[in-house]
């Protein structure tokens, strides 16, 4: 499986971007599937997650009710909708997946468990 994030891009503050990260390969709707982002000089921290089944969701507080993640595995895509955007959410996003057990419909936060990396999508908010 590959990753492919696209979507970013310049917009002001309280606009909104939509973010897609596609995954090659027949086996990506089970992986479980989170958007990390980086500022510079900053960690790369949790930003969102969906489980492989798309039914649990989880959410950084930073942009809880803000941004919306979302999955058509029949697709093999998984999008984070980006609404009222501020200047601090100004980082490059990455998304990235994990492979897991069809009975483990958990949302992965911790970056250690990623396995899979998308190349980054660059995110500036101007205010």
């Known amino acids: 499986v590959q990753l492919q994030a696209s979507g970013g891009g310049l917009v002001q503050a309280r606009g909104s971007l939509r973010l897609s990260c596609a995954g090659s390969g027949r086996t990506f709707s089970r992986y479980a599937v989170g958007w990390f982002r980086q500022a510079p000089g900053k960690e790369r921290d949790f930003a969102a997650g969906i489980s492989w089944t798309g039914g649990s969701t989880d959410y950084a507080d930073s942009v809880r009710v803000r941004f919306t993640i979302s999955r058509d595995n029949a697709r093999n895509t998984v999008d984070l909708q980006m609404n009222n955007l501020k200047p601090e959410d100004t980082a490059v996003y990455y998304c990235?997946?994990?492979?897991?057990?069809?009975?483990?419909?958990?949302?992965?936060?911790?970056?250690?468990?990623?396995?899979?990396w998308g190349q980054g999508t660059q995110v500036t908010v101007s205010s």
């Open positions: 990235a997946a994990t492979p897991r057990d069809p009975f483990d419909t958990i949302v992965v936060r911790s970056i250690r468990q990623y396995t899979l």
